[in-house]
């Protein structure tokens, strides 16, 4: 069943001017999160930044792109995934997919959209690469970090409420942001940045998967200067909001963590993103939802050497920092949306997680995981109690944590190494049966989960 969404007037973005951003000695591109950028030789990437300019939300604005592509053109797949940069900067997207964007030759576009961060973080970095850089007036990235509501000793309905009062001041600091991705698109696939491309999925995470979320329900109205649709597909995750609406000839796959929920973020005095259950829905040809168990807000298995930094002091008193691998349910997404958008092949049926009629308790198993969704082998044969939100406080809330079983309690789960590698074996199967994990991904698993217990 679909969500229909009401008829509105066709607005075409204007043709965007591109120019290149050369690094020279002396200059050289502002890179937020300097996540896995050492892989791009070792896959045959090559990044390139580029200033895009012209009108949106009727006054001129000028920003940055970058992107990241194979440098042989021949390599390329044809298939972009577009990513705004946060309200505060970074990119999310590209940490968690970078490797299955490079091995499978698809390229990953960095549009900075969004006038807070954009100004506020790249251009302040660096006022002279990026002097042309301009949009409408706003608030900037600072103005917006220094009041990110965090209290405790409060209803989680006062909590919600702050938050939703919080992401209202979002969108009109960042009215330029719907059209200036659609003009993104446009220079993809006219290429004007190097590539030509034939697909584009916009995706986000957080903040900016609200950004995507938004483009969803307040932008379909937009069209590129030939009259065809900026994007074959979205991909919010992360984020929240009432259920989405079915876009025109576009797929969505929306993809939520447990962190996500009311009650799983309560005890860490920040909101949830999400109202209930009110964000779920019926699946239709072009929608589908997953909701992960054990999956915290970003992911600390592979964590970058900032957020080493940030997490090293935070005294978990006898846990530690989870091992769940939010990057291979990504991996593993993103290749479903790229099959139903190149070759029509139907994802998997929408996972949801067991709650309590349609509040957002989430009900568990005896370990204190959750129940339903999204099953993988760190909730199917689990080695710890996951915690979807480390209730620490910032900045470590977003990163989950575990409570590692006792060796008594894993032995008298599985009784031997070689029964819980059995168990193990048969849980990673399922996982790749059912679309949650790529067969090179499961390799990962092997070696650094499954191979690694000792009783």
């Known amino acids: 069943m679909a969500i229909e969404t009401l008829p509105v007037e066709v607005c075409f973005v204007g043709k965007p001017t591109t120019t290149l951003l050369p690094e020279t000695e002396t200059s050289n591109a502002v890179i ?69 964007v490079m091995r499978n030759g698809h390229a990953w576009l960095e549009v900075d959209s969004q006038a807070p961060s954009a100004i506020g973080k790249i251009k302040n970095i660096d006022p002279t690469r990026y002097k042309d850089m301009h949009f409408i007036l706003s608030l900037l990235a600072d103005d917006f970090a220094a009041n990110i509501p965090f209290v405790t000793d409060v209803s989680k309905e006062t909590l919600y409420e702050n938050y939703c009062a919080f992401k209202s001041k979002w969108w009109p600091a960042t009215l330029q942001s719907p059209e200036i991705l659609a003009a993104a698109s446009y220079a993809l696939r006219s290429g004007e940045l190097g590539v030509k491309a034939q697909k584009v999925i916009l995706s986000g995470l957080s903040q900016t998967g609200g950004v995507t979320r938004r483009f969803i329900t307040h932008s379909s ?49 920040v909101s949830g993103q999400l109202k209930d259950t009110t964000h779920r829905r019926p699946d239709s040809d072009s929608f589908r939802i997953y909701e992960v168990a054990g999956m915290a807000h970003r992911e600390s298995r592979y964590a970058s050497a900032l957020d080493i930094k940030l997490l090293e002091g935070v005294d978990l008193r006898g846990a530690k920092w989870s091992t769940f691998s939010n990057s291979l349910i990504y991996h593993a997404v993103f290749e479903a949306m790229e099959k139903w958008i190149t070759r029509s092949v139907t994802p998997p049926p929408s996972a949801l997680l067991e709650t309590v009629g349609s509040s957002d308790e989430i009900l568990r198993d005896e370990h204190g995981n959750a129940l339903g969704g999204v099953r993988t082998l760190h909730t199917e044969v689990p080695l710890s109690r996951l915690v ?42 399922r996982q790749i049966d059912s679309g949650f994990l790529l067969s090179e991904d499961a390799e990962i698993l092997r070696r650094e989960t499954v191979e690694q217990i000792i009783l």
């Open 32 to 100: 937020l999160e300097p996540y896995h950028v050492d892989l791009l030789p070792v896959y045959g990437y090559t990044s390139r930044e580029y200033l895009i300019s012209g009108q949106a939300a009727g006054q001129t604005y000028c920003t940055r792109l970058l992107l990241r592509s194979p440098a042989d053109p021949t390599q390329f797949s044809g298939l972009v995934v577009e990513e705004p940069s946060h309200l505060w900067g970074g990119t999310s997207i590209w940490r968690h997919i970078n490797r299955w």
């Open 221 to 269: 109205h937009l069209r590129l200067p030939d009259g065809s649709l900026p994007f074959e597909g979205f991909i919010p995750c992360q984020s929240g909001g009432p259920a989405l609406p079915d876009p025109a000839s576009a797929k969505v796959i929306e993809v939520l963590g447990e962190s996500e929920f009311q009650s799983v973020r309560f005890a860490c005095g």
């Open 388 to 429: 979807a939100a480390t209730p620490k406080g910032r900045p470590s809330w977003y990163c989950g944590s575990e409570w590692a079983f006792s060796n008594e309690k894993m032995l008298a789960l599985y009784g031997s190494v070689g029964e819980y590698r059995r168990r193990a074996g048969e849980a990673i199967q």
